[in-house]
């Protein structure tokens, strides 16, 4: 199947699901992270916050722990850039102050204090947003391509995490990969956790 049939069909999948169902598959997700994941070892974790008009899965709860447990795990968000087609990345802390970008999703407001900028060369890991994946690793988002610009700036070995809402496993091949897609390092759905 191509980007867009996959992107179709699995929006359609993930609309249909009531918000009790968004929390309950979110806290499976964040289950699963936290159990599969080395995250106690990592020093910088970059994370999406939630658009939540599309149902995607709810990352506060994972900020929550995260802050609750007080590790010295860092926590960095991305930031669309008034060009509309790139991201920048802040540390976010329990300080730091949050605007809502014209998706309607939070981002913090930069501040070399509260929110200073983060350079995706120190990522550990990067939870990534999507639709759907396919056996090689390859994902569907929205079509924009901001992910795969950022991914590339990572540094070797940055695992590129994959947060599905839906409890699919991968397809089999997307028909449309490009040269400049980064291709995920594992995958975690509500009741699985895969791993390319």
């Known amino acids: 199947m191509t980007k867009a049939e996959l ?12 918000a009790g169902e968004v929390a309950r598959r979110s806290d499976k997700l964040r289950e699963n992270l936290l159990r ?4 106690e070892q990592w020093q910088w974790l970059h994370l999406f916050m939630s658009l939540e008009s599309r149902n995607e899965p709810r990352t506060w709860p994972i900020v929550s722990w995260v802050w609750g447990e007080e590790l010295p795990l860092r926590l960095a968000v991305p930031v669309v850039q008034p060009d509309g087609e790139t991201l920048r990345h802040y540390e976010l802390t329990p300080d730091t102050q949050l605007t809502q970008n014209r998706w309607g999703i939070d981002e913090p407001v930069p501040d070399p204090v509260t929110a200073p900028e983060v350079l995706p060369a120190v990522l550990d890991a990067v939870l990534v947003p999507l639709l759907a994946v ?3 690793g390859q994902r569907v988002g929205y079509g924009g391509g901001f992910y795969d610009r950022f991914l590339a700036r990572c540094r070797p070995g940055t695992q590129f995490i994959g947060l ?6 991968p397809v089999s091949r997307i028909a449309d990969v490009l040269p400049t897609d980064v ?8 009741g699985k956790v895969w791993r390319f």
Do not use: C, G, K, S
């Not at 599969?36 to 995250?39: D, E, G, K």
């Not at 291709?183 to 509500?190: C, E, F, G, H, V």
């Open 36 to 39: 599969q994941f080395p995250v």
């Open 164 to 169: 599905n809402m839906l409890d699919e496993p």
């Open 134 to 136: 396919d056996r090689a």
């Open 183 to 190: 291709p995920l390092t594992a995958y975690i759905t509500p």
């Open 7 to 18: 992107r179709r069909t699995a929006l359609a999948r993930r609309m249909a699901l009531d």
